[in-house]
């Protein structure tokens, strides 16, 4: 999970203007048990403004496993609520809860989020209070919560964090899914492929840059 620089972007206009009264529609329409809905903003789609920014903001990465490219081909790009909109509906048109991500990543978030009891979730044991790591925040660091372990190619806790912290790097991991479904097999398959470019292609073109740069 990269590291993302919320600042490289500006907030788009039509959450600037609009995010109170798009919310304030929202809570109704939640109120009335009716889906979300993305709003129309000087004739255009905000959807597609906010998903163009995110993809700016990431370089079409996923904002937590690190596939690319979204909206390319077969893996879709979608704008993922980190606190569910449903769960924390005053976050659904917030700036810094939204981020780019693939489907596989929503499909392992789903509306899910810890919370202040302790749950069990996917067979898994979740601990009061411990949410799981954005990739915004300004003291982020792959390298301090996490290690890569190259004979599976899967992404661990750095043992040298303390137990609390250990237990946040667990649930993060868990939460977007980064070892299941093959996905450190898709990691050495990328690297080999980035190897065998011989850096005629700048990182920036292959998935899960993180861990590229750590082999």
Same mark, same amino acid.
């Given at each position: 999970?990269?590291?993302?620089?919320?600042?490289?972007?500006?907030?788009?206009?039509?959450?600037?203007?609009?995010?109170?009264?798009?919310?304030?529609?929202?809570?109704?329409?939640?109120?009335?048990?009716?889906?979300?809905?993305?709003?129309?903003?000087?004739?255009?789609?905000?959807?597609?403004?906010?998903?163009?920014?995110?993809?700016?903001?990431?370089?079409?990465?996923? !904002?937590?496993?690190?596939?690319?490219?979204?909206?390319?081909?077969?893996? !879709?790009?979608?704008?993922?609520?980190?606190? $569910?909109? !449903?769960?924390?509906?005053?976050?659904?048109?917030?700036?810094?809860?939204?981020?780019?991500?693939?489907?596989?990543?929503?499909?392992?978030?789903?509306?899910?989020?810890?919370?202040?009891?302790?749950?069990?979730?996917?067979?898994?044991?979740?601990?009061?209070?411990?949410?799981?790591?954005?990739?915004?925040?300004?003291?982020?660091?792959?390298?301090?919560?996490?290690?890569?372990?190259?004979?599976?190619?899967?992404?661990? $806790?750095?043992?040298?964090?303390?137990?609390?912290?250990?237990?946040?790097?667990?649930?993060?991991?868990?939460?977007?899914?980064?070892?299941?479904?093959?996905? $450190?097999? *898709? +990691?050495?398959?990328?690297?080999?492929?980035?190897?065998?470019?011989?850096?005629?292609?700048?990182?920036?073109?292959?998935?899960? +840059?993180?861990?590229?740069?750590? *082999?």
């Amino acid at each position: 999970m990269d590291k993302i620089n919320r600042y490289r972007i500006k907030k788009p206009e039509c959450l600037i203007e609009k995010a109170n009264e798009w919310t304030l529609d929202w809570k109704t329409r939640h109120e009335q048990s009716k889906g979300f809905t993305w709003h129309q903003y000087k004739k255009r789609d905000c959807q597609t403004i906010i998903n163009k920014a995110l993809s700016k903001l990431t370089d079409s990465h996923c !904002s937590y496993c690190g596939i690319y490219p979204l909206g390319k081909g077969q893996i !879709s790009a979608t704008i993922d609520h980190f606190k $569910p909109k !449903s769960i924390f509906l005053d976050l659904a048109f917030e700036w810094n809860n939204l981020f780019l991500a693939c489907g596989e990543c929503q499909k392992y978030k789903g509306n899910f989020f810890p919370n202040d009891k302790e749950q069990i979730y996917r067979n898994k044991h979740y601990h009061a209070n411990i949410e799981p790591l954005k990739p915004d925040e300004i003291d982020y660091s792959f390298d301090y919560w996490f290690k890569i372990i190259w004979k599976t190619n899967k992404i661990v $806790p750095n043992n040298k964090r303390t137990i609390p912290e250990k237990k946040k790097a667990i649930i993060t991991i868990d939460f977007f899914g980064l070892n299941e479904d093959g996905r $450190p097999q *898709a +990691r050495e398959l990328e690297l080999e492929k980035y190897k065998g470019s011989n850096n005629k292609l700048k990182i920036e073109f292959f998935s899960y +840059r993180f861990f590229l740069t750590r *082999a």
